[in-house]
């Protein structure tokens, strides 16, 4: 009897809170999907780096557990908050508690198996889906198939499915054995205490800022430029004061903000707000442990997704910068031959370009330079004319003028600051009898193969270099077909053994390679590699933070509608028409919503605006991090939208059943 009355309950809440059953599924899906892909024989092949990505996946499943049992758990508790005085009729007709337990138990358990179900089924569509994405990427040639790899994600599937019920419904079986008939009865009217004094709201609000504003500081301080490391124990300790701030701010903010509002008449009486913010107290006062978790999640979602997007940026001009033609040597010129010919065994040459970089005993950048602009080389390297206009060519960016008595300097970003600190001590350099006069100096469209060692190299005009020392030969290819990550380790095989010698000091031997090679198709494959699980994993990560988020806020928006409808009631018998309550519901509602978000977009902020201290050398602009800040909130409202419009209708049918 008790199972036929479990299957008929499990069939009951699967229609009341189907949104909750959607999102398990959702997630479950998430899950299968990326395990099928981080398995997929096709995926792995893409690049010698990709194999991380199941080790990834694996590690971002155990997180995405730990959220979706948050998730589950809470809504156990929801459902059988409201279910506990049928329950406690149960008891008061004989039915043994166990009984009671095992029936809820295995309620859930249906539930869950009907998402896990469903979730292979979508996860096979949504993984074929996924990976003609990647490989699109990688520009792999891809046909429509159906995933092969089923063993290793369903037996993850089932690990995770299992883990996150038992330790969830370990706990509720705990729960309800420490309850009895009374508390069953009375169980729905429980809320949780507001103990807290206004004088410690108050107290706890202030704390809340000093914690947020002081971690802030913290993590700011510890991104301050490129080539300094933060100090993890500092960077540690500034989110331990985000993520008690946001708690702290949470517990906190529903009593400060009701404490103002009764202050200001003007404001308290104006319309509806008396009664919107006092809706608004009391269900944050009754919800102040899981606002303060989602707004954590809101966080961490806002801060992954800003990550991505500005980590996509860097990748597509560190590519340029480290390999902006298809082959790049820095060797000794008489062994450029073998690597020509060797290239030219699978692959047609567009053109060929040899040219050198040369060097004086006198270093007028580099002595002057702050040392944290200084490469390991510290030897100013000049270069031809000539030869950095053909250089610009292969890049397709147009030439630059010299006089035969000017001299231009060239720099990354990352060192930019510095030599143009420096501008005044080098207005003029001496070379032979010459004396030179800077031009400009610029830092866009640098590349590190230009002046290996060093972030800058002068131009000089032609002529000029007959009074310098020849130093490092560079060979330039251009190929017709794009070059892959196979032919940088072939061509790595070409090159002289490393050379190498032992400190008389300490006895250690060093080693330095003879020769530098840089792969276009190497860097592509290696950046779309981690873009793509970096990529696949915070957006995996955002977007169950988000659904998890926007379907406790609207299951909980659905749970107001059924228990205070007779509010809305008195609202139409004092004269609301039916227009003005639904504009409250909506004002009630958006506020709600917004409550855990506020917070976390400051946060993101200025998290974002520290690691630009590090990024922006980078970037196109320093102000390009306000997009990556743009983007990744209108990613998250895009979705949260979804779940607030699912609220309100959900409201609005039930005030009008």
């Given amino acids: ?43 792995l092949d893409l690049s010698s780096m990709m194999e991380n990505f199941k080790y990834v996946m694996i590690f ?45 138990i295995f309620e859930n358990l249906i539930l869950g198996f009907i998402s896990l179900i469903l979730s292979f089924f979508l996860g096979i569509i949504l993984s074929t889906f996924i990976s003609s994405i990647i490989l699109n990427v990688f520009n792999a040639p ?34 309800i054995k420490r309850l009895h008939i009374h508390d069953l009865l009375y169980y729905n009217a429980k809320n949780e205490h507001n103990k807290t004094s206004k004088v410690k709201s108050i107290i706890f609000f202030i704390l809340s800022l000093v914690l947020i504003i002081g971690g802030l500081i913290i993590f700011n301080q510890e991104f301050v430029g490129v080539g300094i490391e933060p100090n993890i124990t500092h960077v540690f300790l500034a989110v331990i004061f985000l993520i008690l701030g946001i708690y702290l701010f949470i517990f906190s903010f529903a009593d400060t903000l009701l404490s103002f509002f009764l202050k200001h008449k003007g404001i308290k009486y104006k319309k509806d707000n008396l009664f919107v913010i006092r809706q608004f107290s009391a269900k944050v006062k009754t919800m102040k442990l899981s606002l303060g978790t989602l707004s954590l999640l809101i966080t961490l979602t806002l801060v992954a997704i800003t990550f991505s997007t500005m980590f996509n940026a860097i990748f ?33 040459i567009n053109e060929i370009f040899t040219y050198h970089e040369y060097f004086r005993d006198v270093n007028v950048i580099n002595d002057n330079l702050d040392e944290n602009y200084q490469g390991w080389r510290g030897e100013d390297t000049y270069i031809k004319l000539s030869d950095y206009n053909k250089l610009l060519e292969l890049k397709n960016r147009p030439p630059i003028t010299l006089s035969s008595f000017e001299y231009y300097i060239h720099t990354s970003s990352s060192v930019y600051d510095g030599v143009m600190a420096i501008k005044d001590k080098i207005k003029t350099i001496d070379i032979g009898a010459k004396t030179l006069t800077l031009k400009d100096i610029n830092n866009q469209y640098y590349t590190s193969s230009w002046s290996y060692g060093n972030g800058f190299i002068i131009v000089v005009p032609d002529e000029v270099v007959n009074n310098l020392t020849k130093g490092t030969d560079a060979l330039i290819i251009d190929t017709f077909e794009e070059t892959t990550e196979q032919l940088n380790d072939e061509l790595l095989q070409l090159r002289d053994p490393d050379m190498c010698q032992v400190d008389e000091n300490d006895n250690i031997t060093y080693c330095y390679a003879s020769a530098n090679i840089y792969v276009k198709g190497y860097y592509l494959a290696t950046n779309k590699s981690v873009m793509t699980i970096l990529d696949f994993t915070l957006f995996y990560l955002a977007f169950i933070f988000t659904i998890v988020t926007g379907t406790i806020i609207a299951v909980q928006s659905i749970n107001d509608a059924i228990n205070y409808k007779k509010y809305y009631s008195i609202l ?61 909130s209108i990613l998250f409202l895009a979705i949260y939208l979804i779940y607030y419009l699912i609220a309100y209708f959900s409201f609005k049918r039930c005030l009008e059943s």
């Fill in 60 to 104: 971002v499943s155990l997180i995405v557990c730990f959220v979706l049992g948050f998730l589950i758990n809470y809504m156990i508790k929801y459902i059988f908050k409201r279910r506990s005085k049928e329950f406690g009729l149960y008891l008061l007709l004989g039915i043994k508690k166990k009984d009671i337990t095992k029936m809820f």
């Fill in 572 to 632: 139409n018998k004092l004269g609301l028409s039916q227009r003005e309550i639904l504009r409250t519901v909506r004002k009630q509602l958006l506020i709600y919503f917004l409550f855990p978000v506020i917070l976390p977009f400051i946060i993101n902020f200025f998290i974002t605006l520290s690691l630009n201290n590090i990024f922006a050398p980078f970037l196109a602009s320093n102000t390009a991090y306000l997009s990556f800040i743009f983007l990744s």
């Fill in 142 to 175: 891809y046909l429509v198939k159906l995933p092969t790899n089923y063993l290793i994600p369903i037996l993850l599937s089932l690990g995770y499915f299992f883990i996150i019920y038992l330790v969830v419904l370990l706990l509720t079986k705990r729960r």
């Fill in 1 to 43: 009897m008790l199972r036929k009355l479990g299957y008929a309950n499990a069939k009951k809440s699967l229609k009341d809170y189907l949104i909750y059953v959607v999102t398990v599924t959702i997630a479950f899906t998430l899950m299968f999907s990326f395990n099928l892909i981080s398995n997929s024989k096709d995926i």
């Fill in 316 to 348: 597509d001009i560190q590519l340029d910068t480290t390999a902006p033609y298809d082959i790049t040597i820095i060797d000794d010129e008489e062994n450029f031959a073998k690597y020509i010919d060797y290239v030219k065994q699978d692959y047609k």
